[in-house]
């Protein structure tokens, strides 16, 4: 058993494959088994605890965690006190961010958080939406609600608060969006006391080093060419670079090779005209990570 121990928070439920799809391509794989919420990772200095992500920032605040993974929304629904260590860009979904948005049914009368004054609104993000009536000066009744947010109005809420992606939940259910009141993305947290200790930082630094790499590198696709000297200008005109392509001499004086890193989704269109502005030897290739 290593002296030192990190005990790291896993979001459980939509964020559960996502999350640990982006630490395999970091290099750590994490098992789950449906009788234990305790996975397995292969790193003797990590203990994982399998846990919603509505309830992580809590048990992070309080050390239960040294660190973890949820969404900003969360850290500012319980209003817990925590490091954040990086914005992690991925969902369930999509890589944009999520939505919390206020929600009435297609033909309420309510055009604007002003007229759900002492009207009932059912939310899981109860703190959010409370603060977000204040602000406005509104008051109503905000219940919890435990799921099914969507079917509520109009008989059991007049309006919801509800978290989205696509929206395509909320138009399925014939509800519209009156106000959107957050967007949120998820965040690699840490607890402060933790945080502060050497070995724990470091070791959280560097899981985040790895995790961001990896997103970083998501879409991106590498090429490699062999260029003559004399069509090098004209051939890096043709080129979007995440940086400035790398140029290195050849064997042969009058030709040079070319690398860069590209959006995987331009491929198809600047390499016949790479081809046709003389490059030769076109590769194009996978990038696992990438680490500025």
Known sequence: MPDNILKLGIPAGS?????????????????FSSRSYYPTIDDDEIECLLI???????????GILDAGITGHDWV???EAQVTEICELVFSKVSRRPVRWVLCVPNDSPVQSVKDLQGKRIATEAVGL???????????????????????????????????????????????RIVEEILQSTTRFIANEEAYKDPWKKDKLD???L??????????????????????????LQHLPAL???????????????????????????????????????????????IID
């Open 206 to 208: 560097n899981i985040a």
């Open 15 to 31: 964020l559960q494959d996502a999350t640990a799809e982006l630490f395999r391509k970091a290099g750590y794989n994490i098992k």
């Open 129 to 175: 939406t409370r603060g977000f009536l204040a602000k406005h000066g509104v008051e109503a009744e905000v219940e919890f609600s435990w799921g099914a947010t969507e079917v509520k109005p109009p008989r059991l809420a007049d309006a919801i608060v509800e978290v989205t992606e696509t929206g395509n939940s909320l138009r399925a259910n014939d509800l």
């Open 210 to 235: 790895m995790l961001q790499s990896c997103l970083a590198a998501e879409g991106k696709v590498g090429l490699m060419m062999n260029v003559r000297r004399a069509d090098l200008e004209n051939i």
């Open 243 to 289: 940086q400035k392509p790398t140029v290195s001499s050849l064997s042969d004086p009058d030709w040079v090779d070319v690398t860069t890193i590209v959006e995987e989704a331009v491929v198809r269109m600047i390499v016949p005209q790479l081809k046709a502005a003389g490059a030769k030897g076109l590769v194009e290739y996978s990038i696992n990570k």
């Open 76 to 78: 500012l629904e319980t």
């Open 52 to 62: 919603r992500a509505q309830e992580m920032a809590r048990y992070v605040e309080k």
